[in-house]
C-alpha cells in the first residue's frame, strides 16, 4: 500500500503502539440501534461492557431503546452452561418484548477470548425463533470506537439481498403502507422523476448519518443527476439496499475499511475511493469522483464549494492562522485536518486509533496536496498514539486547540489548553456541503468561549508545580 | 447469561480505581483491551477532575492475545515508576485478565525489581464482587500492605494522639456526594473537639497510613465502603470504630452518643448532649423545618425509597421518623448487605424490595403510585414517565451528582439538605394546600398532555369543567384515578359528581 509521494513534503506516519484512551467500539451500538428503527441489539459481555454504555457513553435506557447486555456470568465463562441455550433463552425473550425485525449481536473482548462461535450459533437460532441474526464482532481487542460501526456493516452487507426483484417482492408484502401511499401516483408521474437522472450504473452509500444528512446528500447527488439506489444501513432493516455484483459503492465515513472490503470481496462491487464528504473541499472532491466514475460532468460543482466557503468567513477568521492537534479517537481525523488545514489552520499531529493507507488513499493524498497548496507543513500522522507522549509534546507545542477524547479535554483545559471533545463530531451532523457550517461552530466554539474569558486572568486552573 | 438494561453497581474494576484514584501520588494499570479504562472518562466529564486521572491502560490486542503479555505489564509498570514516581502503582485486574488467567502477581514481583515505588495486585475476583465490594476490599489491602510494612521496619507507632482523634474511612472519589459530606464530617468533627487524624483514600498519601493506629477511633460513614478497613484495624490493633450513618438529626445524634461512649472509654471525659440539643433544636433548620406548619400536609403522603443500603436506610428513617412521611417500600440493590437493611428499616415500611432488577422496582412504583419517589436515576427516570416526582438519593452517579455548590447529605447541614430535598420533591406542601382551596389558577389550560381517545370513558361537560379546576400538576393523576375508579363500577360518562365520588372514595 503505497502511495504516490511525488510532493516534495510527504506525509509522515509512525506507529507509536502506546498505551492509550478511545472508546470502546461496542459504543456504535448507541447511534445505530437509533439508526436501524426496528433493530435490538444485544451486546454479549461483561458488566464492564454494561457500565461503560450506560456511564461513560451516557445510553442509559431512559428512552427504552432498543438496546440490552447479554451479562456473562460466572457459569459462561467456564462453560458450564451452553451457550446456546442461553441465547435463545434472551432472544426469545427480546422477541417476546420488542418483537425486532432483526437482532444484532454484538461480540466483545470477552466472547473473542472465550471463543464463543457467536457465528455457528446464530444460523440455527435464527431459524429457529424466525429472527435474523447478524453477528458484529465488535471487540476492543481488534478496532477501536467508531470501527465497531465497520463490524456491523460489514455483517449487515451479507444480507443485502442481491437482486432488485426480490426485494421488491418482499418489500410489498412487508410495507403495505408504502405501496397504498404509492398507490395513488400515475405512472407518468413517477416516469418524470426517474428522467431528473441520468441513466448510470446503480451507486449504493455505505456508512451511518442521522437522516437529515441522508436526505441532504442523496439531493446533493440528485443536482448531478445521480441516483443513489440504496444507503447501508437504511432506516430499516426490513428495507437493507440491493447489492448486486458490479454497483457502485462510497463510502462516506473514514472508518469503514472493513465494509469496503466486504462489499467489494463478497458482494463484487465496485468502491469509489475518494476523499470524504467532510468539509465543502472532501465533499466535491467526494461527488466529483463518483461523478468521474459514473461518467458524468459535474454541474457547478466549483461554484457551490466557493459559495459555502464565503458563508464560512465569519468562522474562517477565528481560526486562520492557528494551531491545532489531534490526539486520536473516533477516525475522523485525517478529514477533519485536512478540512481544517484548508480553513487555514496548521496540524502538529494527527493522532488515530488505526490508519487503513487504502482505504483512506484518496483522503490523505488531499492532506498532502492541501497543505502544499495552504503552503503548511504536512502533520505528522500517529497511529496508536502514546497518551502520555503526546501530552508531553502538546505541552512544548502549544497548539491553539486540541481535539481530544473526553478523557483528557477537562485536564487539559484546566492547564489553560482549548480543547474539543472529538466524540461531539462522532453525533454531530458534519457531512455534506451545508453542514462544514456545523463543524466550524464546534471547532470555534472553546476559541470563542475561552476569548470571552480572557480578561478574567485565570487561564490555568491547577497549582504550577503539577502541570505533569 | 442475564439479560441485562441498567446497574445499579459497576463491576469489580471501577471500584479498584476508585480506591487507587483517590489517594495521592498512587497510579493504577490496567491489564485491558482499548476502551476499558472509561474511568477516565468518568471522572474527567463526571466529577470534572482537573488532573489527569492516574490510570494507565497496557492494551490488550491481537498480538497480546496470540503471544501472551510477555514484558507488556511489567514495562508498563515500571515505565509508570520512572515518569510520575507513583508512591505505590496498583495492577488491576479486569474481566479479560481474570479469564486469560496470566499470573498477575509474578508481574507485579518482577516489575517491583526494578521499581521505585510500591508495586501490588488489587486482589479482586471480577466476576464475584461488584464495584463497591471490590473497593472496599482493596481499601482494607492497601492499608494492611502498608500496615505491615511499616511493622517490618519498625515504624510503627505506639501512641494514641495526645487529643482525642479520628479516622474517617471510606471517602472517595466518584462517591455519591462523598466531597461534601467529608467537608461536614471535618466540620462536625472540630465542634466535637475531635481531631481528623486521616481521611482514606481521598487526598491521602500511603506514607501516612502507618499512622492510622494512633487515632481513637475509626468513623465508617458509609456501609459500602470502609467496613473492611475498620474491621482489620479493630481486630489487628483493637481500635473501636463507629458505623452509624449520620444522615438525619437522628441518626446523627446517635452517631454522635456512640463517638462519646467509645472516647469516654478511652479516658476522655466528653458530654455531647448540650451539643445535640443546641444542634437539633436551634442551630440546625431541618428539625424546625418538619416541625413546621409548611411540612404538615406532607403527613401521611406515600412515598418509595430506593438505593444503596446507606443512603435507602438513612432516608427511610428521616422520612418515617422525623417528617411523618408514610414510606410504603424501602428497597436496597446490595444484595450482599440485605440482613443489615432489612433489620434497619422494618419498623419504618411496610415493605422491604431487595433487588438488582430494576423492571421490579419500576413495577413496584407503579403499583404503589406514591406521592414522591426517592430513589437512583433509574428511579427518577421510572417515576418521569408515570409523572411521580423523585428525589435522587443514591449513586450511580450522574454529574448531576457533582453539583458546584455545597450539598452534603451527612451531619446537620446534610439534614438541612435532605430536608430540602424531600420538601422540593412532594409536589409542595401550603402551595397544594390552597390550591385545593382555590380551585388553582391555570383554568383556561387545556385538560390533559395525555390522549384518552382510546379510551372508553367519556367525560361530561361539567365533568370536564371540574377536572379543569383542578391545578395542571395533579391533573392527570386525578383523572387517571377517576377513570379508574369509573372503570371499576361501570360508569361510561364521568360527570363532576362521579368526579368527587371518585375523590371521596380513592383521595385523588
Known sequence: ?????????????????????????????????????????????????????????????FAEPRYAMAELEEGDISAQLNDYEELKRLCLQIKRDRNPSVIVWIGTCTTEIIKMDLEGLSPRLEAEIGIPIVVARANGLDYAF????????????????????????????????????????????????????????????????????????????KKQGIKVSGWLPSKRYTELPVLGEGYYVAGINPFLSRTASTLMRRRKCKLVGAPFPIGPDGTRAWIEKICSVLEIEPQGLEEREAKIWQSLEDYLQIIRGKSVYFMGDNLLEVSLARFLTRC?????????????????????????????????????????????NQIQRIYQLEPDLVITGMAHANPLEARGINTKWSVEFTFAQIHGFSNARDILELVTRPLRRNSSLKDLGWDKLVREKAPH | MKLAYWMYAGPAHIGTLRIASSFKNVHAIMHAPIGDDYFNVMRSMLARERDFTPVTTSVVDRNVLARGSQEKVVDNITRKDQEEHPDLIVLTPTCTSSILQEDLQNFVERAQIDAQGDVMLADVNHYRVNE?????????????????????KGELPTDKTEKPSVNILGITTLGFHNNHDVKELRRLMADLGIEVNAVIPDGASVHELKNLPRAWFNLVPYREIGPDTAQYLQSEFDMPYVDITPMGIVETARCI???????????????????????????????????????????????????????????????????????????????????????????????????????????????IEPAAIFGTQMERHVGKRLDIPCGVIAAPIHVQNFPVGYRPFLGYEGANQVVDLIYNSFTLGMEDHLLEIFGGHDTKEVITKTMSADSDLSWTKDGTAELNKIPGFVRGKVKRNTEKFARDRGITAISAEVLYAAKEAVGA
Not at chain 1, 506516519?13 to 435490538?40: M, R
Not at chain 1, 451486546?43 to 451516557?58: D, S
Not at chain 2, 463497591?132 to 517490618?152: E, F, P, S, W
Request: aromatic fraction near 8%.
Open chain 1, 344 to 388: 487555514g489552520m496548521t496540524v502538529h499531529e494527527v493522532g488515530i486509533p488505526y490508519m487503513d493507507k487504502r482505504y483512506q488513499a484518496a483522503e490523505l493524498k488531499l492532506l498532502e496536496q492541501t497543505c502544499h497548496e495552504m503552503g503548511t507543513p504536512t502533520p505528522k500522522i500517529v497511529e496508536k498514539p502514546d497518551n502520555y
Open chain 1, 146 to 221: 467508531t470501527q465497531g460501526e465497520d463490524t456491523v456493516l460489514a455483517a449487515m452487507a451479507h444480507r443485502c439481498p442481491d437482486q432488485a426483484p426480490v426485494a421488491e417482492a418482499e418489500k410489498e408484502e412487508r410495507g403495505g403502507i408504502t405501496k397504498l401511499l404509492n398507490f395513488g401516483r400515475k405512472k407518468e408521474e413517477v416516469d418524470a422523476a426517474e428522467s431528473e437522472y441520468v441513466d448510470h450504473a446503480p451507486l449504493v452509500l455505505f456508512g451511518s448519518v442521522p437522516d437529515p444528512v441522508v436526505t441532504q446528500i442523496t439531493l446533493e447527488l
Open chain 2, 132 to 152: 463497591l465490594q471490590a473497593a472496599d476490599r482493596t481499601l482494607q489491602q492497601i492499608v494492611v500492605y502498608y500496615l505491615n510494612k511499616a511493622k517490618k
Open chain 2, 257 to 367: 452518643r456512640a463517638v462519646q461512649k467509645i472516647l469516654n472509654e478511652q479516658g476522655a471525659d466528653v458530654s455531647y448532649e448540650g451539643f445535640i440539643d443546641e444542634q437539633t433544636r436551634f442551630a440546625s433548620q431541618a428539625a424546625w423545618f418538619s416541625r413546621s406548619i409548611d411540612c404538615q400536609n406532607l403527613t401521611g403522603k406515600k412515598c418509595v425509597v430506593f438505593g444503596d443500603s446507606t443512603h435507602a436506610a438513612a432516608l427511610t428513617k428521616i422520612l418515617a421518623r422525623e417528617m411523618g412521611i408514610h414510606v410504603v417500600l424501602a428497597g436496597s440493590y446490595c444484595k450482599n448487605d440485605t440482613e443489615w437493611f432489612k433489620q434497619e428499616v422494618s419498623e419504618y415500611c411496610d415493605e422491604i424490595l431487595i433487588s438488582e432488577d430494576h423492571g421490579e422496582i419500576g413495577d413496584a412504583i407503579a403499583r
Open chain 1, 1 to 61: 500500500m503505497t502511495l504516490a509521494n511525488t510532493q516534495p513534503q510527504a506525509l509522515e506516519f509512525e506507529c507509536e503502539t502506546g498505551n492509550y484512551h478511545t472508546f470502546c467500539p461496542i459504543s456504535c451500538v448507541a447511534w445505530l440501534y437509533q439508526k436501524i428503527e426496528d433493530s435490538f441489539f444485544l451486546v454479549i459481555g461483561t458488566k464492564t461492557c454494561g457500565y461503560f454504555l450506560q456511564n461513560a457513553m451516557g445510553v442509559m435506557i
